[in-house]
C-alpha cells in the first residue's frame, strides 16, 4: 500500500475521531486502518509515527498526550469553527422558514463534517418549522445568488416585483415593468430576506422580499455606493422607530425589565416607583411603530410623557375597541 493513502486514511481518522476530549493510542490508529484498508494489511508503528510528523508539519496539527500507564495518546483538536459557532449556524438554519427541510438537512450534515463525529453528535438535527407555502424555495436561491454577485461587483440589479392577490395570483407590480435597483446588502428580518437598494427611478432607497421577485438579471451597469447606514436604515424602516428623537416616560411592571433593557439598552434610565412599578426615563424616536410596540405591552406599561405619545396610544386603542 502506498504511503500516500496511508497518510490521507490517517488525516480522516484523526479528523473524524479526535478531539479536545477524544484521542487514540496508536494501537487504536491501526485497527481503524486495518478496517479502512482490510485486515490482511500490516502497519508498521514506526511508519505511522512519521505520518504524523509529516501532518503536524504541514500545518495538521497533531497533539500527542500521556494516558493511562504512561501510553501515548494522539489527537487533532484544531477546527476551523468552535463548537458553539457551529451550533449558532445550526439554530440559524433551523429557524429560517424559507429553507426547505430537505436543504436543512443537506446544509448541517456539511455543518458537522466540520467537526469530529462526537462534537457533530451534539449539534441539532433539521426540524421543519411551519415553512410559508408561498415560499419557493428554489427561486430563492438563485435570487440570492444573483443578488450576492450584484452586491460585490457593484453592479445593477435588474427585475420584476409583484405579490399575490385575493385569488390567491402572483401579480406584477407597475403593470410588469422591470425594477433597477443598485444593490446594497441582504438581510434578514422577520422571517423573509430582504434586498436593501436604490430605485433608480426615483433615486430613493427602498427594500424589497426576495420571493417576490422575478426573472431577476445582473446587468453589465456598474455604480458606486453612497454612505449608507444600513444599521440605521433597518432600526428605522422594519423596526418602525422613525422621526425625531423626544424624551419620553414609561411606567411599567417589574417583569418588563429585560423587555425594556433589550429595546433601550443597559444605559437606559430606570429608577424604582413602588413595589410592582419601574419608571423609564429615555430618548426615543416617536412614530406610529413606538405605539404599537408599546401596546404590545398591554395594562403593564403606561406612557406617562409626552402628551403627543400618550394621545396617540388613547386613539390606537380606541380603534382597537371599536373592531370589538
Known amino acids: 500500500m502506498k504511503g500516500s493513502r496511508r497518510l490521507l486514511k490517517l488525516k480522516q481518522i484523526l479528523f473524524a475521531e479526535t478531539d479536545e476530549d477524544h484521542e487514540l493510542s496508536m494501537r487504536e490508529i491501526m485497527n481503524k486502518l486495518n478496517l479502512a484498508f482490510g485486515s490482511s494489511v500490516t ?22 498526550n500521556r494516558g493511562v500507564y504512561g501510553k501515548t495518546l494522539y489527537s487533532h483538536q484544531h477546527r476551523l469553527f468552535e463548537t458553539y459557532q457551529l451550533r449558532l449556524m445550526v439554530d440559524a438554519l433551523l429557524s429560517a422558514r424559507f429553507i426547505t427541510e430537505m436543504e436543512k438537512k443537506a446544509l448541517i450534515q456539511k455543518l458537522k463534517n466540520l467537526t469530529s463525529k462526537h462534537i457533530a453528535k451534539t449539534l441539532p438535527d433539521p426540524i421543519m418549522l411551519n415553512q410559508s407555502a408561498n415560499m419557493d424555495y428554489s427561486l430563492i436561491k438563485i435570487n440570492i445568488d444573483r443578488a450576492h454577485d450584484a452586491i460585490s461587483s457593484n453592479r445593477v440589479l435588474a427585475y420584476q416585483y409583484g405579490k399575490y392577490n385575493l385569488e390567491k395570483e402572483f401579480v406584477f407590480n407597475r403593470d410588469g415593468s422591470i425594477y433597477k435597483v443598485e444593490p446594497y446588502a441582504l438581510i434578514w428580518q422577520n422571517d423573509f430576506y430582504y434586498l436593501i437598494g436604490k430605485f433608480l427611478l426615483t433615486g430613493e432607497f427602498r427594500h424589497y422580499r426576495l420571493d417576490r421577485m422575478r426573472h431577476v438579471k445582473v446587468t453589465d451597469e456598474k455604480f458606486r455606493k453612497e454612505d449608507l447606514d444600513i444599521t440605521k436604515y433597518v432600526d428605522q424602516t422594519f ?86
Open 43 to 64: 502497519f508498521d508503528s514506526r511508519a505511522i509515527r512519521r505520518d504524523l510528523d509529516v501532518l503536524d508539519e504541514e500545518g495538521f496539527e497533531i497533539i500527542t
Open 239 to 324: 423596526h418602525m422607530f422613525a422621526g425625531e428623537e423626544h424624551w419620553i416616560k414609561i411606567r411599567f411592571q417589574h417583569d418588563l425589565l429585560n423587555v425594556m433593557l433589550d429595546r433601550f439598552g443597559l444605559d437606559a434610565d430606570i429608577k424604582k416607583l413602588d413595589g410592582e412599578h419601574l419608571l423609564l426615563t429615555t430618548k426615543a424616536k416617536l412614530s406610529p411603530g413606538l405605539v404599537s410596540w408599546i401596546l404590545r405591552w398591554g395594562h403593564k406599561a403606561k406612557v406617562l410623557s409626552p402628551e403627543w405619545l400618550t394621545k396617540e396610544v388613547k386613539k390606537e386603542i380606541k380603534l382597537m375597541q371599536a373592531l370589538y
